[in-house]
């Protein structure tokens, strides 16, 4: 079977510029042993959406690298799928603060989606990894001008190849929706009714080699037994369930509880014309002060619930455990103060973390390779474009070529490789 107790409480580490010396060869050991790695970053903005719908891909591809190279990633997450055996995987999630040193745009929209997901930004600009953008510092190299050169050097850059979940689940797995929240629930109640009898799945603890680094915060993650039914009725939000996102973000009535889809029972349904479509019949003041006093009460058992488990601990004289090592990184108040936040807001506990997001883009994957095995190298290197039929195929033209400061890091990386530095 598979250990359904790591998949549901996953522990994501949180790194700093404090952390980098202890963990940057940790890191590179894990980019040599994993099977694949998922990634995700969060940017300080997205810049102007219409650039998605650019018929042009050439033109397309020119209005996104004015933003990739005028934003400034905030926070980078890394989860690696490292194979034991052949279908034994331990997995190792990272989410690592960034701090850009270059003056970069901020978009206002991207700062509140962040800030409504429990980003700290305190955080990050004073304990971020620090990097600069461009040539010959934090990344490989700087964006070339046209396309046709771009897909040449990223071809040859991840020779293993580059799978994009998002594309995979709109043409091979044909999901109703394909945003990353609604899949890896998806995938969980795949993994929990399907045959994954053979396949196992962990989460490693660094607790033996790693105590030490009292910087380092282990973000563990409840993820929620999904044969649970809800305890009481749930109108989940229509428009969220089926695009990722609401117009009334955090204010809307309904629930953003993408995981009660795929829960046991009849007790979850789907809502929101009364909220979201301006000629549909409104909810009464009754029906909305109704819906109001459950949120209440609801919260109200929650913080009941942390008061009583801190309450014990402090009885026992133990401090919050995390899988199995204490969580000796943070202060007893910061931890009340968590899990408090967790409590009240209990989807927000891992929904738009790098870090997490990373593990869940992976998860994804890690099913849908299980499920269809080699069908889904037929899907390597297809990247999902928006408003387009086709995907782009990262694959380099006989007719195309790297750019110069792609083929002079590539010279200078093979030089070091040569004499061992």
Known sequence: MVNSDSVRRHIVIELTKSAENQ?????????????????????SGLGDLKSLKHPNLEDRY??????????????????????????????YSFNILTACQDSYTVDPSSLQFLADNGFDFNKQISEGLLYYSGNDRAFYADLPSSLETFVADVSCLFRGGIADTKYIADYQVRDDASFLEYLFWKRMKTMATENFASVSISNLLLASSFDPLINIRMNEIDLFDLSRAPPTPVVLCAQYASHGNCSHGRHCLLSHDIKLLFTAGNSVSLGGSALHAPKAEKLSKKQKKKMRKSLKRAKQECLANVAKRFALEESTGERPRSNGFAANAEPRDELRERATRDALCPTERFSHRAGFDAFMTGFVYFVDSHIYNEKLTAFDNMLFLSYKKVPLKLEKSAYALNSQEFLR???NVAQQQLFGK
């Open 23 to 43: 963990f940057s060869f940790f890191l590179l050991q894990l980019v040599a042993k994993a099977s694949f790695v998922a990634v995700d970053l969060e940017l």
């Open 409 to 411: 890091k590539s010279r």
């Open 62 to 91: 020119r209005l996104l690298s004015l933003t990739a190279k005028s934003r400034a990633i905030v926070s980078l997450g890394l989860s690696f799928f490292c194979p034991l055996d052949v279908n034994d995987f331990q997995v």
